[in-house]
């Protein structure tokens, strides 16, 4: 078994007892942290040993919600006029794009938005997939990408009845069979649901009987644009979290993304079922969809986290969209600093701790050592009383230098030695142009 030794770091260890530790550091065997603290050096012999420089050195971080099929999208302009609302965005970008994907375009699109994510310091990806082409083993192309650059991941997929009904199904049973018949906690598995808007009763009740039987969470885009409600309401005369009540789908496990359109009811069925809510605000300021109701739904007891939905691959600046976000909406200079913070680091651990069997998102003993040393040297004090100060204004914009992830140095000095970035960055330009000729 390998280990590894980290050294000389301004330690934020977000464990119990939110401890910063100076000149502190990590023991590291095989994918698990064995010690932390500031003990001496020759305490444990390690085969490697790196030393942090006086840098402040982190948990990984974790995105609740991405769609890595998206990586392709970078520059395009789909044909014919300009989307108009959030429907038609749909429908000329992103079903034309998944469409369009094949099984290695799956694999290269989920391999680049890793190796960015990697080095944004993300070392645990919750994601969210379409590739209607080449549905059947897409997840193995996703789950193959993200083992090369040793990220763990929570994968599904999109099922919605826009091409033919209950498209994706088999694909989610099968890849939650894999993964909870596999002892390697790398990967998890959830049953992924498009939206109310594209999924007919059929295909739902197949989806709540598959899904249950299997005891696997749904992870489903909900009250993202008014649409949703609007159709729900037409279909069914239902709002969004009743409907999803009539088939079981809220729990513990459950992912609602977004929620910009969820009512005070619906936020106290998310509180009652103990379902959690992934929101993205950089994606829906981008979508021009609104502003989802936080801090009201953080006083309604939910779990809420945040995620990029495809956007890019840095976490820290979505906790600085969201906070502005709020204080935009509420135009209250005092709101959301401390709230952004501990969704990003507090609720997106505690939504993976629910996912995977291994804890991680703390620098303590026994979690996975997903750890990342940004290129950060604090110049004012840092403590519990300072840090969301150091995340949202240094950190935000600092890169990072290492990455390791699952005990293993993915990210050195900014690059990932064990992959050749080179070849895959040329597989991919050749690649990028057959997806857009193919949507054209
Ligand atoms: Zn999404």
């Avoid at 392709?72 to 038609?88: C, I, M, W």
Wanted: glycine fraction near 8%; charge should be negative; charged fraction near 20%.
């Amino acid at each position: 078994m390998s280990s590894l030794l980290i050294t000389n770091g301004h330690l934020v260890t977000l464990d119990a007892d939110n401890r910063f530790i100076e000149n502190g550091s990590i023991y590291i065997e095989g994918d698990q942290i064995i010690d932390v603290g500031d003990f001496a050096t020759g305490t444990y012999a390690a085969d490697h040993t790196i030393d942090a420089r006086g840098s402040l050195v982190m948990p990984g971080l974790i995105n609740a919600h991405h769609h890595l099929y998206s990586t392709f999208a970078r520059g395009f302009t789909p044909p014919g006029p300009p989307a108009l609302n959030f429907e038609q965005n749909l429908r000329n970008l992103w079903w034309k794009l998944d469409a369009a994907l094949d099984s290695e375009d799956v694999y290269y699109s989920a391999l680049l938005a890793a190796m960015h994510a990697a080095r944004a310091g993300c070392t645990t990806i919750i994601d969210h997939h379409a590739s209607p082409s080449c549905s059947d083993g897409s997840l193995d192309q996703v789950e193959r990408a993200l083992r090369d650059v040793g990220l763990s991941g929570c994968l599904c997929y999109e099922v919605s009845d826009r091409n033919r009904d209950g498209e994706g199904i088999e694909e989610n049973e099968r890849y939650i069979r894999k993964c909870r018949d596999s002892d390697d906690d790398q990967m998890a598995a959830m049953f992924g649901l498009h939206a109310l808007m594209t999924l007919g009763t059929k295909t739902l009740e197949r989806c709540a009987g598959i899904g249950h039987s299997l005891d696997a969470g749904f992870h489903v885009h909900a009250a993202e644009d008014a649409v949703d409600v609007q159709v729900t309401m037409q279909r069914y005369g239902r709002r969004i979290m009743d409907r999803f009540l009539d088939f079981g789908i809220p729990g513990p496990k459950t992912i609602f993304v977004h929620g910009i359109h969820f009512d005070s009811h619906e936020m106290d069925l998310l509180h009652s079922t103990d379902s959690m809510l992934v929101n993205n605000p950089e994606s829906n300021m981008n979508n021009g969809l609104g502003l989802a109701p936080i801090l009201v739904m953080l006083k309604h007891g939910v779990t809420v986290g945040v995620g990029t939905d495809g956007m890019s691959s840095h976490l820290i600046s979505q906790a600085r969209a969201m906070y502005l976000h709020q204080r935009t909406l509420h135009r209250d200079p005092n709101l959301a600093f401390v709230e952004a913070c501990e969704i990003l680091l507090h609720n997106n651990r505690n939504i993976c701790n629910r996912l995977f069997r291994k804890p991680r998102g703390s620098l303590a003993p026994g979690h996975l050592a997903d750890v990342i040393i940004p290129s950060y040297v604090p110049f004012t004090p840092l403590n519990a009383n300072t840090f969301y100060g150091h995340l949202l204004f240094g950190l935000s914009f600092a890169p990072v230098r290492t990455t390791i992830a699952r005990g293993q140095v993915v990210v050195d000095d900014g690059r990932l030695l064990h992959l050749d970035e080179e070849a895959i960055r040329a597989q991919c330009s050749e690649r990028a142009p057959r997806i857009w000729e193919r949507i054209n």
